[in-house]
Structures are given as C-alpha cells and as structure tokens.
C-alpha cells in the first residue's frame, strides 16, 4: 500500500558523496520504521540501515558506521541517507523499504525500484 521511489545515485570517485532520496506515497512514513538497504553485483541484498518511526533510533551495518547517515522527515515523507567517503565495495543498488521488528527488525516490504551508486577507485 505504500510506494517507494529512491532516487540520488549516481556515479563518483573513492572519497566521493551522494544523498540518496526515498519519497513515499500512498501512507504517511511516520507509521513505519525504515531502512536502507543495497546489492552488489553478485551478491546477496543487505541491511546498511534503519530509523525508527520519529527518528530517535538508527541502526547501522558495520562498514558503513562513521560515514553514512540515515534521516528522515515526516512532513516531507521522505527518508534520506547521506553516503561520505565512499569507497569502491560500496558500489551496489541502494534500495528503500519499511522495517518491521524495530531498528533491529529483519522483516523488510515494501521495496522501491533501487538507485545505482557506482564508486570508482
């Protein structure tokens, strides 16, 4: 019931920075916590991280602590993640969703279409 459409990706260089955009529609996002999530060529999707619903708690995978960030504004209903010093394993197809179980859930719906992230060395 709830769409999802990131958007943000692009192409940069190791060092680089992107802010990645999920805008949603069809419910308002302050009902959910949410995630970001990405996949690598040949691999499997994974968790990078999630906000709750007012945005008092984050969660982070362990590559990306200290250089990614996760916000979101429910005014705006739109859920950010802000990418630093990017480095080339961080190449993948970012992609939104709805977490259930909390920041630490891993029940994950409602995906977006994906945004590619390309990081060159």
């Known amino acids: 019931q709830v769409q999802l459409v990131e958007s943000g990706g692009g192409s940069v260089q190791a060092g680089g920075s992107l802010r990645l955009s999920c805008a949603a529609s069809?419910?308002?996002?302050?009902?959910?916590?949410m995630g970001w999530f990405r996949q690598a060529p040949g691999k499997e999707r994974e968790f990078v991280a999630a906000?709750?619903?007012?945005?008092?708690?984050?969660n982070y995978t362990d590559s990306v602590k200290g250089r990614f960030t996760i916000s979101r504004d429910n005014v705006k209903n739109t859920v950010y993640l802000q990418l630093n010093s990017l480095k080339p394993e961080d190449t993948a197809v970012y992609y939104c969703a709805v977490v259930f179980g909390g920041v630490a859930g891993n029940t994950y719906r409602y995906w977006g279409q994906g945004t590619q992230v390309t990081v060159s060395s």
């Open positions: 069809g419910r308002a996002i302050s009902m959910y916590t």
């Open positions: 906000i709750s619903r007012s945005g008092g708690n984050t």
